[in-house]
């Protein structure tokens, strides 16, 4: 379970996320909203990786302390700087989140990415594929709660099927932002619609 209460977080004297409640049980929410409008910021909040003010807990437990030790994930890039290579990273992963380090490798072989770009680091591959790797980064080790930034922008035709139904599988619980509201429709799950609007969350009942 994510629980947000009073969740507001600002920049220089500018609120980007101005009370935010929420309470996401066992469901899916997709949060749509124009650029700037704070929706990674509320992914990066949750991640615990920015000062906010309020409460965000996950099981129960208080993210901003508790870094990385939740039944949590996210494909936000900048929580993945961690080791010299994306392998190191995916290793370190799998040993705090007890995971498999082969599902990390099934699930580049489906997307079909050629395994030689994890031993780069993230910030030296393509765009494409910092996409593609940073979803496998989230998903391997099967997490209870998810937090997913824009998974269909710069993924290729082929992929994209591929990708759609990696979502589909494997989150049950969490919270997808994107601009493509196609994705509603193709992940064929109930999921709750919200918008950002700024800075609060408004539920969009006419894209269910
Ligand atoms: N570290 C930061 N320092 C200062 N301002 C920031 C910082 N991070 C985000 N912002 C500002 O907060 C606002 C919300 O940014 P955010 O990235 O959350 O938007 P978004 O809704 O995800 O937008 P997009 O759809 O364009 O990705 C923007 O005005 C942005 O410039």
Redesign the pocket.
Known sequence: MLEIKDLSVS??D?T?LNDINLKLDKEVYIIL??????????L?AISGI?PYKGSIKINGVEVRSAKGLLEYSTNLQEVYTIGNSVLETAKIISEIKKGDLKDFFKILDYLNLDRRVIHKPIFKMSTGQKALVSLALALFTRPQIVTI??PIENIDINRLDKVISLLRERINEGII?T?QKELIKLLEKNVRVYN?VNGELVEDNKMQ
Do not use: Q
Not at 33 to 42: A, E
């Open positions: 920049f220089d500018f980007v909203g124009p650029n700037g409008s704070g929706k990674t910021t509320l990066r920015i930034d824009e932002v601009h950002m």
